[in-house]
DNA sequence: CGACGGTTTGAGTCCGGTCAATTGTCGTGG
DNA sequence: CCACGACAATTGACCGGACTCAAACCGTCG
């Protein structure tokens, strides 16, 4: 889910980074845990000892259902789709995961899902042991992941609303709003959506085929409630109307 | 989600209950945070120090949609709905609660689902500003919210691949398979389930509808995986066919 | 026993899936 | 710079599973 901007914690706490490497990484743990607000200098150095770089390529699977969950991961830049497989081969992605998002809370000792980058995607990495060691040092950190996975809960239900009881436009629409969302509180232009996957990926989101997915954008386009920029790029044109679709006003 | 039995530590550390009553909640604190394993006294303690009881008559909603949020919820006995209302009316449940089971993590400050009495309900109540002041001091109790939320949110996941990509065959013999499953850790028959909520119920959380729902238990009994007794007992008849079935091998 | 709500069953429709062909996009190499 | 290949996206024709509408059948409880 999303997470608050510029940890200003961070800046004033730790010394100038060495580099823009760190830097980046150097972020990302105060983006994965302390959502906006300022978390204590002692935390964060904390996190800062144990967190690992991983670079990923898009294309690249980097959780496997199944496996061992020794991880706990953080996207600093790039995109990120989750999901689940069935036998058969049926997928169902789960999330989209973009620079600020967390991944592998479960305190599963498996992961229940698997997770692709989309593009090339920068993480960091917390081993969970000493992260869970980590936690019983400093509760507040709890408290942010527990914040985190009940906003992570939320959006769960959310989308089990649409998946159940949404047509496809319904679900299309809603889809693209809450990307555009998502893209203003990363700090773009709320009206301006970039698609990083694929008609697939969004079909096997929105529990639709490509196809399906493909007429929707056209009508929608046809209908003048949004303008399409090749397949990668949307912009929400009317987005009142837009809005109500959602809902099922028409 | 299913939570595990009998906490030893809670007839260790408290004297005998005056009542049935305060016998059936004292054990609802322990079940809903101590998971099994055994908690620290002092927290059980702290813990039945702000819980209240609360009985709720069948069909009566005890928990609104939008309205702040309150309270936390344990259930003692009997089940629960949860569910969320679209504008128009259509409903999608997101879960069923029984004996055991909390509801109430999500740590907005409005309730984001509504819940409604499956049948006569005892449940548990913290008052959420006194459970958070709680968790300040027993962070213990935090790690134990924190994992039910892992795994809450590991159902979830599985939920959405049901609702997404699941045959309305394949969406039945899940949730059969999964009530039995529920059934059997709190430690009833894993083979008879009974049913406490309504076709339409199952329908809306399946993301079906009730002549659906009604279907498909026919063609199963017809043949011969289940066994219906009225509308609300089923008999898995046979178990390995059904979790072939749930899967999709044919 | 009768009434009411829930359930089952039936007939017909439609939304979204399937299969197939075409068009578009982008990266590569001539 | 353009031609090519590979893959993604779109479009079209058709199909079928689940929905809709409607009627009959319980079961439970006054």
Same mark, same amino acid.
């Given at each position: 889910m999303s997470l608050a901007i510029a940890p200003i914690a961070a800046s004033r706490h730790f010394a100038p980074p060495v580099n823009a490497e760190a830097h980046a990484c150097h972020h990302c743990a105060a983006r994965a845990l302390s959502i906006c607000s300022a978390m204590p200098s002692q935390e964060l150095g904390a996190l800062a000892l144990i967190r690992q770089?991983?670079?990923v390529e898009a294309g690249e699977t980097f959780v496997d259902e199944g496996e061992a969950a020794t991880h706990?991961?953080?996207?600093?830049?790039?995109?990120?789709?989750?999901?689940?497989?069935?036998?058969d081969g049926r997928r169902q992605i789960t999330g989209f995961l973009f620079a600020?998002?967390?991944?592998?809370?479960?305190?599963?000792?498996?992961?229940?899902?698997?997770?692709? *980058?989309? /593009?090339?995607?920068?993480l960091c990495r917390f081993p969970r042991r000493q992260l869970e060691r980590l936690l019983e040092r400093f509760p507040s950190v709890e408290r942010k992941l527990l914040t985190l996975a009940s906003n992570e809960l939320a959006a769960a239900q959310e989308q089990m609303l649409l998946l159940g009881r949404k047509s496809a436009q319904e679900k299309i629409v809603s889809f693209i709003l809450s990307l555009g969302r998502r893209a203003a509180t990363i700090?773009?232009?709320?009206?301006?959506?970039?698609?990083?996957?694929?008609r697939s990926d969004i079909a096997d989101y929105l529990g639709l085929t490509t196809e399906?997915?493909?007429? *929707?954008? /056209?009508?929608?386009?046809?209908r003048g409630f949004i303008e399409l920029d090749g397949a990668s790029k949307v912009l929400i044109a009317d987005r009142e109307a837009l809005e109500d679709l959602a809902e099922g006003d028409a």
């Open positions: 770089r991983q670079k706990f991961f953080n996207v600093t830049s790039g995109s990120v789709k989750v999901y689940k497989l069935m036998a600020g998002d967390f991944l592998g809370l479960a305190f599963n000792d498996n992961y229940t899902y698997s997770a692709e *980058a989309l /593009t090339p995607v920068n700090g773009g232009d709320g009206d301006l959506v970039h698609l990083t996957m694929t399906t997915v493909s007429r *929707a954008f /056209t009508l929608l386009r046809s």
